[in-house]
């Protein structure tokens, strides 16, 4: 690693894909255009449209719908005049009642906690981004969003609603409640979210608001 | 073209994949605070060591029992396999498949394509290569599906709590799932699909100076 030339390539002119390390010119991405690697095909640039205003309304309507879904029963069976509702906490006590302590912690994460960092990373970093606002620990904030991504479990959680509603249909009378609801318009937040965020205009923007 | 950005001298940074020069690597990138480096650390050597403990805590969670159901004081503790049987028994064949799926296929498939990615590496089956990133994209996009049966205990767990008429509790066997799960999630975060691409030029007899 001695040439010479090495050093005086200006690494701001190239784009490099992560994928597969091909070295690209560097150009302009119109609104709504994606960039694909021309070597393994994996998306490098994906540009949208009003990305921060998105995320940011997004985060507003998954904070509103955060609450009703934690807060009000998922599912309520009824059979022999006995009733039991679920919501999302009460799942993860049933996993701590039954000594799975690990497993609880997991279920706790992925289904409350982590979805509601998401949003707050989210709701944070699109305001002040939005309001071209210098704040602290932006880089922090995206870079934290960005790790937690994949460890938000909810869609999974709502497949694993639909195999246990299956499962009890003919054995009780199962009917869902306000939480499911809710817990349906929170996926479809956050699942948009995710696909309305524009990661490389989100760091370009943090970069200047940390330069000044 | 079919250079490599490590062979002209640039490396990027893993998180928001901003273009840095390669005597930046080690430090700290200026964008998100992400230490910068050629190539993931270790990758092959953490993505086998977490390969291999997720498949063997992957005998323990399918031997071990992850749920009893109990009907008027009957029932016995059931393993994963078990519980897709039983749905069988009941005429429930679509969400049989699902569980089965999302429970024992999953699991396989991901442990084999992360097999093959890494033998890829370090034999150069470098052959497909675009069908390599694609399995890789589809290991790592799958991998969190497979705690669809973890959020069915947590789900059954607390809304059949019917006292002696019916109960369902969770066992042990489901935290060695979950720490399967996990482990082979982050195996494929540890995976550096960059080396495929080094070994496919090496081959091809591009990358003379490859740094490593």
């Known amino acids: 690693m001695s040439n010479k030339e090495i050093t005086s390539i200006q690494p701001d002119k190239f784009w490099v894909c992560p994928e597969c390390d091909l070295l690209l010119n560097r150009c302009a991405i119109p609104d709504k255009h994606e960039a694909h690697c021309s070597r393994c095909g994996s998306t490098l640039i994906s540009s949208k449209h009003h990305s921060i205003e998105w995320t940011l309304a997004l985060a507003i309507a998954g904070l509103i719908l955060f609450f009703p879904a934690n807060l009000f029963p998922i599912l309520t069976l009824k059979t022999l005049g006995l009733s039991q509702s679920e919501t999302i906490f009460s799942s993860v006590k049933a996993l701590y009642d039954s000594n799975l302590l ?61 195999v246990s509603i299956v499962k009890l249909i003919d054995v009780a009378d199962v009917t869902p409640g306000v939480g499911l609801y809710s817990l349906t318009g929170l996926i479809i937040a956050t699942l948009l979210s995710s696909t309305q965020l524009d990661p490389h205009r989100f760091w370009r923007r943090i970069e200047q608001l940390e330069k000044r | 073209m079919q250079h490599s950005a490590l062979t002209q001298g640039i490396i990027i940074c893993h998180r928001c994949a901003k273009t840095a020069g390669i005597q930046q690597d080690g430090e700290t990138c200026p964008r998100c605070g992400t230490r910068l480096h050629r190539r993931k650390l270790h990758s092959v050597a953490y993505t086998w060591a977490l390969l291999l ?147 496919h030029l090496e081959k091809i007899g591009y990358a003379d100076h490859v740094g490593r």
């Open chain 1, 102 to 162: 690990m497993v609880a912690a997991l279920v706790l994460m992925a289904a409350i906690i982590i979805p509601l960092m998401k949003i707050l990373l989210m709701l944070y970093l699109s305001t002040c981004l939005l309001l071209h606002k210098p704040a602290p620990m932006l880089a922090w904030a995206m870079r934290s969003y960005q790790q937690l991504d994949s460890w938000g479990m909810l869609e999974i959680y709502m497949l694993g609603i639909l």
């Open chain 2, 53 to 199: 403990a997720s498949m063997i805590m992957l005998i323990p969670a399918n031997i071990l029992p992850i749920m009893t159901f109990k009907a008027l004081g009957k029932g016995d503790p059931a393993t994963i396999m078990q519980g897709v049987l039983q749905l069988v028994d009941h005429g429930l064949l679509g969400i049989a498949l699902v569980v089965l799926t999302a429970s024992i296929i999953i699991p396989l498939l991901k442990i084999i394509g992360l097999i093959i990615l890494l033998l890829t590496v370090q034999l150069g089956w470098t052959t497909n290569m675009r069908q390599k990133m694609l399995m890789y994209h589809f290991v790592e996009w799958i991998g969190r599906w497979s705690m669809l049966d973890i959020f069915v205990v947590a789900i059954l767990g607390a809304i059949v709590q019917l006292g002696s008429l019916a109960s369902v509790t969770g066992n042990t066997g489901a935290t060695a799932f979950a720490v399967s799960v996990i482990l082979t999630m982050l195996a494929a975060n540890c995976f550096d699909t960059r080396l495929i691409w080094d070994k």
